[in-house]
């Protein structure tokens, strides 16, 4: 897919797939022989929108060893699935696994854009899927949209969101796309000149956003929506919503292990991630060594800021901040309060509701790395 930032790789080769799925495995097995039973799984992810690629057999292997090897205390199983390689097996298969909520990358409904983004899936391919899970008894769903594709408008917009209401998914996530060809060579096949601009952007996420919470839904934070019984409205509710490096969520759990090549992983203290050549991430694992290729350290100041940007970015209020740290941040959220987007109240920084889709821009005044308007970031509309 042109549009994908996600770390890829063609798979032609059956051997390939295979050594990587026992890396995998092994990647897997040596984690938890280091944790040795410490800790409980509450929450398994399969990402990527491809675990499918592989034969239903290989998932429920890989699922046998995280439930073999670590103590798993009956833990929400979600997978993300591409609907091109989907039929009723893979349907029985997630059902008997465990699975009860599937997410979709539908991008777009429009044939032209799925064209322009090299993703052609019809409605029809998405609402098989569908009919096969909830045959099988799951009927939690996820879809992934986008704005600011190439050729998009909108109406083309609207469209999407129209079938998409009517599809009635429990969440949706709508995202900006983000055109970054130097780091994703695949995007080169975009054509800047067809993208809409910012002035359209920003025109698409608040329509958007008027569209979807008129059908009912519950605006989560700036990106994500949720019907009013699911769990990540009901966490929006009662305060306990999160935000992690994989968008908004209702997983209470300090640490994330990922596994696989280019995997992230999450600790209190630190952010690791895993080796993205797939040769390299294979040889580690043939000889028992870890995978990391690099990782960040986050001191106690950074964990201020952190604890700071979530809250502000899950409730609207920051609460108490730091005087030093609001001293540096005051300038740039100055502008947001001279606009009524933002304001400072007894050391807390809140957002106004006028000011709810600047939300990423009004928390980045608190990332002591991160310049506004630096360009080694995607765009925040």
């Known amino acids: 897919c042109w549009y994908c930032g996600c770390n890829t790789g063609a798979a032609g080769k059956t051997h390939r797939l295979t050594s990587y799925l026992a890396a995998l495995e092994a990647e897997i097995a040596l984690i938890a022989g280091k944790l040795d039973g410490r800790g409980r799984v509450k929450n ?10 592989i034969a239903p057999v290989e998932f429920v292997r890989i699922l046998d060893r995280i439930f073999t090897t670590f103590s798993c205390d009956q833990p929400t199983i979600s997978v993300e699935i591409d609907p091109r ?26 044939d032209h854009i799925q064209r322009a983004i090299g993703r052609i899936q019809p409605v029809e391919m998405i609402e098989d899927c569908m009919a096969q899970l909830r045959h099988v ?28 209401i009517k599809l009635a998914p429990n969440r949706i996530a709508l995202f900006g796309y983000a055109h970054m060809p130097n780091l994703f060579p695949r995007q ?39 019907r009013p019984d699911d769990s990540l409205s009901v966490a929006a509710a009662q305060g306990t919503l999160h935000r992690n490096f994989q968008g908004y969520t209702d997983d209470t759990c300090p640490i994330m292990i990922g596994f696989g090549a280019s995997a992230i992983s999450g600790f209190p203290d630190f952010y690791f991630q895993n080796e ?6 294979r040889a580690l694992l043939r000889e028992q060594n870890f995978t990391v290729s690099r990782g960040v350290h986050r001191t ?13 970015l899950c409730t609207g209020n920051s609460g108490p901040v730091p005087g030093d ?20 109240e007894s050391g807390s920084i809140v ?11 009004i928390a980045s005044t608190l990332d002591g790395y991160r310049a506004i308007g630096g360009k080694q970031f995607s765009l925040a509309i």
């Open 276 to 281: 993205k050549h797939v040769g390299t991430y």
């Open 85 to 110: 390689n989907f039929n009723l097996e893979w349907a029985a298969t997630l059902a008997h696994c465990g699975v009860s909520r599937v997410s979709f990358g539908v991008q777009s409904f429009s």
């Open 325 to 344: 740290i609001l001293e540096i941040a005051r300038p740039a959220l100055d502008r947001f309060a001279l606009n009524k987007l933002a304001r400072i």
């Open 300 to 312: 106690a100041n950074d964990r201020v800021r952190g604890a700071l940007i979530e809250k502000l």
């Open 188 to 226: 080169r096949r975009i054509h800047d000149g067809d993208l809409p601009d910012s002035e359209q952007r920003f025109a698409m996420a608040a329509c958007g956003n008027r569209h979807l919470t008129r059908a009912g839904y519950k605006a989560i934070g700036f990106d994500h929506f949720a």
């Open 44 to 53: 398994i992810a399969f990402g990527g929108g491809s675990p499918n690629a």
């Open 351 to 361: 957002i106004e509701p006028a000011g709810l889709p600047y939300s990423r821009a």
């Open 137 to 164: 008894g799951i009927d939690a769903f996820n879809f992934d949209l986008m704005y600011g594709l190439p050729g998009q408008s909108i109406s083309d917009l609207q469209a999407t969101l129209d079938i998409a």
